[in-house]
């Protein structure tokens, strides 16, 4: 049988905290397995345990009890994150550097082949859509470009396990919705993402699965679907609805033993609207301005 992804067993880490050195439990006999090649979304509120998880997981933090496997190998061995991309919440890049030469940068560390290095840049700054902003200096990007430039770095090697903290923190409506179409295009590659995202209703259309955190511990676990669908209840969307005819459907419904319960307009998501009102402005355009009108 192939293994998980990840693997999470009854993992639990405590910080000391203060000059008295007391005793905080961040993350509270967490078990939990990802599949592979599946979107995992990882939830919580502030503070609940879920970038500590991460970290253990990725083996940047000792974790004071249990274990982590990636693809079968323990989060202690440098090997499990040969395989393994990560987005930190909050990136520090060298602002000095160009998009593409920070890319360039890191395929070199995460150690692809001399040969390859050329054709891999340019392969994750077209994934990305940052092929035209690519010889720009960081310094010079917004928090979207960064992000997107960010996510670059962490699929260079051409990792099976893409982590992401806050992919979509600071970006607007359409960069998020670019970073979401990204994530759904490492998916059909055949990776596994596991993000962390408070943005709920981006998670809920992105993700295959969830796990929510609360104070440290796992508290549900399940398929978007499984957890969100209401057994009983089905929506039909009419079109050219005549209000005369719901007397009639009612009728046929109670035949049945069910009842209507609402009739409402469908709506489409704000997001949705801000969207078709901005054109999708490709990220990091700005508006092309005549220098001689400003002479
Ligand atoms: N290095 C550390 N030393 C002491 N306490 C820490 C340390 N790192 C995290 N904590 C504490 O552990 C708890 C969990 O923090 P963590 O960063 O994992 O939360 P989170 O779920 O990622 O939150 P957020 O959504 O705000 O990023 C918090 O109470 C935090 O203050």
């Known amino acids: 049988m192939s293994e998980p992804a990840i693997r999470i067993k009854n993992l639990t880490k405590d910080f000391r905290i203060g000059v008295r050195g007391v005793k905080l439990r961040a993350v509270d006999n967490v078990s939990l397995e990802i599949g592979d090649n599946q979107i995992f979304g990882l939830l919580g509120p502030n503070g609940c345990g879920k970038s500590t998880t991460m970290k253990i997981l990725l083996g940047l933090l000792e974790p004071t009890k249990g274990e982590c496997s990636i693809y079968g190998i323990n989060s202690h061995s440098v090997k499990s994150r040969l395989n393994v991309g990560f987005l930190p919440e909050a990136p520090y890049f060298y602002k000095f550097l160009s998009g593409r030469e920070l890319v360039r940068f890191y395929a070199r560390v995460c150690g692809v082949p001399k040969s390859e290095i050329s054709d891999r840049t340019e392969d994750v700054l077209t994934l990305v859509s940052m092929q035209n902003a690519a010889h ?91 957890l969100l669908e209401k057994e009983d209840q089905r929506s039909l969307i009419i079109r050219d609805f005549n209000p005369q005819a719901q007397a009639e459907i009612e009728a046929v419904l109670a035949k049945y033993g069910s009842k209507l319960d609402k009739v409402e307009a469908p709506r489409i998501s704000l997001d949705r609207l801000f969207l078709e009102n901005t054109d999708g402005a490709a990220i990091g355009s700005g508006q092309d301005v005549n220098d001689k009108e400003d002479a």
């Open 136 to 226: 720009r200096r960081v310094g010079t990007y917004s928090k979207g470009m960064l992000q997107r430039i960010g996510i670059a770095q962490a699929v260079v090697h051409d990792p099976k396990l893409i982590v992401l903290d806050e992919p979509t923190a600071g970006v607007d409506p359409i960069g998020s919705h670019a970073i979401a179409e990204l994530i759904i295009a490492l998916k059909e590659r055949g990776k596994t993402v596991m993000l962390c995202s408070h943005l709920l209703a981006q998670v809920e259309g992105l993700c295959d699965r969830v796990a929510i955190m609360s104070r440290g511990k796992l508290v549900l676990e399940g398929g978007v679907d499984e």
